[in-house]
């Protein structure tokens, strides 16, 4: 059962350019949404997040957005760079019991191409 | 760099052996989570450790445990070694109230 779910494993797109990155989710109760990049042999590092009660936020080249009556999040990247080119994943928190856990999707693949 | 230290980086282990992963938060951070990322899948949430005590765990079987001790720093333990466990295990910190979990480099495992 994936609560979390990245349809496209990969995206191409040219530099300078926008690139959407697309996330469904299947559990109402998710409170709090984030994106991690990873590149090869690295951990994967945070990017930017959102609360449940909002619905769009920006980090320079990076926007998020929700809607939570569609259960999707995108992250919009402008304009890309080669350097973007990584690993994305969108990842959702929950309360569980006693704390909370975070549940990430499976990513999705971004290659900028100069 | 995000101040959450993992041990070793790489390792080979036989099937039915026993491995501990060691992992340092970063400082102030007394939550600790445990992740498998399989080749071409999302981190797998294994377990989740509060002031010592398991306060959260995904789908994993017993075999797979761990530790928290007094300083936040975890250790992970897998029994009877699979071939699938072969695996990056990643570990996360954040506060008790945080929202946001940040990741040390991983340990790559490999079962043969």
């Known amino acids: 059962d994936q609560q979390v779910k990245q349809n496209s494993p990969s995206l191409s797109v040219q530099e300078g350019r926008i690139s959407i990155l697309n996330c469904d989710y299947t559990?109402?109760?998710?409170?709090?949404f984030l994106w991690y990049k990873k590149y090869p042999a690295e951990g994967p590092t945070f990017l930017i997040s959102?609360?449940?009660?909002?619905d769009k936020n920006e980090d320079g080249r990076f926007t998020v957005f929700l809607n939570k009556s569609a259960k999707h999040l995108s992250l919009h990247i402008v304009p890309s760079q080669p350097g973007d080119s990584a690993v994305y994943f969108c990842?959702?928190?929950?309360?569980?019991?006693?704390?909370?856990?975070?549940?990430f999707g499976a990513g999705t693949r971004l290659f900028v191409k100069a | 760099e995000t101040g959450v230290t993992q041990s070793p980086t790489h390792l080979i282990k036989t099937r039915g052996q026993q491995v501990t992963l060691r992992c340092s938060s970063q400082?102030?951070?007394?939550?600790v989570s445990w992740y498998q990322q399989a080749l071409g899948q999302g981190p797998q949430f294994i377990f989740q450790?509060?002031?010592?005590?398991?306060?959260g765990r995904g789908n994993f079987p017993p075999r797979f445990s761990g530790l928290q001790f007094p300083n936040y720093s975890s250790e992970l333990n897998v029994n009877a070694l699979e071939l699938d466990d072969s695996a990056l295990y990643l570990c996360?910190?954040?506060?008790?109230?945080?929202?946001?979990?940040?990741f040390g480099e991983g340990s790559w495992l490999t079962v043969v």
């Open positions: 996360a910190s954040t506060t008790g109230a945080g929202n946001t979990i940040y």
């Open positions: 559990n109402s109760m998710f409170d709090y």
């Open positions: 959102i609360s449940s009660i909002k």
């Open positions: 990842a959702a928190r929950q309360e569980d019991t006693g704390g909370f856990k975070t549940i």
């Open positions: 400082s102030g951070h007394n939550t």
């Open positions: 450790y509060y002031r010592e005590e398991e306060n």
